[in-house]
C-alpha cells in the first residue's frame, strides 16, 4: 500500500509543480488552489509511504515519479520541446526509479 501511496503522491507532485507554473506567481485563483491541495496531497503520501519506505528510496522515488511527469506534461500539453535526448533521459529517470524499487 505505501507504495502505492507514493506513486501517487508522485503524480501529485507533478499537479503542483504544473499548477505553479500556471498560477503566474499566485495571481491567479483556480491554479494557486490546485496547487495548494496538490502539494498538501503530495506530501501527505509522501508522509504516509516513509513510514514503512526508507527515505532515500521513497523520496527519490516521489522526486523521479513528479519530476519525469512534470517533465511528460510540459511535452504533451504545455509545447515544450522533446527532442530525442529529452525522451531518452525521462527514460532513464523511470528505469532508476523502477530499479530502487525493484532493489528495494
Do not use: D, N, Q
Not at 485563483?29 to 532515500?56: C, D, E, H, K, Q
Not at 512534470?70 to 527532442?83: D, Q, R, S, V
Amino acid at each position: 500500500m505505501a507504495w502505492l501511496v507514493l506513486v501517487v503522491s508522485g503524480l501529485f507532485e507533478s499537479v503542483w509543480a504544473i499548477a505553479l507554473s500556471r498560477s503566474a506567481g499566485f495571481s491567479r485563483l483556480v491554479p494557486t488552489v490546485v496547487f495548494a491541495v496538490g502539494l498538501a496531497l503530495s506530501m501527505a503520501g509522501l508522509g504516509y509511504a516513509l513510514r514503512t519506505i526508507p527515505v532515500g528510496t521513497g523520496y527519490a522515488v516521489w522526486v523521479g515519479i513528479g519530476a519525469a511527469g512534470t517533465a511528460l506534461a510540459g511535452m504533451i500539453f504545455l509545447g515544450e520541446p522533446a527532442g530525442v535526448l529529452r525522451v531518452l533521459s525521462l527514460i532513464l529517470v523511470v528505469a532508476g526509479v523502477i530499479g530502487l524499487k525493484i532493489f528495494h
